[in-house]
């Protein structure tokens, strides 16, 4: 069956990074987006970016694109998240999840049924917290 | 950004009763809009995309309507291992942004 595993949780330094894993199985690795998000204690989930797992075509939220990189390794079937110049403020559970698409990057009016994103199943989530 | 508002916040309610919850897009992401369930301690489980589209394995009791900037998500017959948070989230710009969730609490 499908399945995302995480690394497991990190506890880092104000200024430091965090790199994060999400090893892939149970399907053709390089035929779909992988995407992460991440949920702050008590605030709404947040997409951060999504990477396409066959060329390593990245796009990240605005928000995060300074301090975020997204890779892959085809040979592990693994894709990493590295965030970088921690705050308090990233303490939270971080997600990846397979998307249908390859790359979720047109969305067409109206033709929702072919180019929507079907982002499923989740990883497990990965607890960051950053703290002194 | 697009912003995704959902209503209500929580709601109570029991067993066999029908739910239903709605989110609105600040600007038109025509059906590009994805449900999720949520349940404590655990990642998010997509139900519906496309506005419409049933999840495969997700039961027929969920179904999803909408498109332009007003959703809902409705649950035709509650049943106990339905009591979670749900969440919106529009697909169809970067940021895929989501809803603030709804969470379906046992009256």
């Known amino acids: ?132 | 950004d697009i912003q995704m508002t959902q209503s209500p916040s929580s709601l109570s309610a029991s067993v066999g009763d029908g739910v239903t919850i709605t989110c609105r897009a600040s600007q038109g992401v025509s059906s590009y809009l994805s449900w999720y369930q949520q349940k404590s301690g655990q990642a998010p489980k997509l139900l519906i995309y496309a506005a419409s589209t049933l999840q495969s394995g997700v039961p027929s009791r969920f179904s999803g309507s909408g498109s332009g900037t007003y959703f809902t998500l409705t649950i035709s017959s509650l049943q106990p291992e339905d009591f979670a948070t749900y969440h919106c989230q529009q697909t169809y710009s970067t940021p895929f942004t989501f809803g603030g969730g709804t969470k379906v609490e046992s009256k």
């Not at chain 1, 995407?35 to 928000?63: C, D, F, V």
């Not at chain 1, 590295?82 to 999840?97: F, G, I, P, Q």
């Open chain 1, 1 to 132: 069956q499908v399945q995302l595993v995480q690394s497991g949780a990190d506890v880092r330094k104000p200024g430091a990074s965090v790199k994060v894993s999400c090893r892939a199985s149970g399907y053709t690795f390089t035929d779909y987006a992988i995407h992460w998000m991440r949920q702050a204690p008590g605030q709404r989930l947040e997409w951060m970016a999504w990477i396409n797992t066959g060329n390593g075509r990245t796009k990240y939220s605005y928000k995060f694109q300074d301090r975020v990189t997204i890779t892959r390794d085809t040979s592990a079937k693994t894709v990493h998240m590295e965030l970088r110049s921690l705050t308090s403020e990233d303490t939270a559970v971080y997600y990846c999840a397979k998307d249908r698409l390859r790359e979720p990057s047109i969305t067409p009016w109206g033709a929702s049924a072919t180019y929507s994103p079907s982002i499923d199943p989740w990883g497990q989530g990965t607890l960051v917290t950053v703290s002194s």
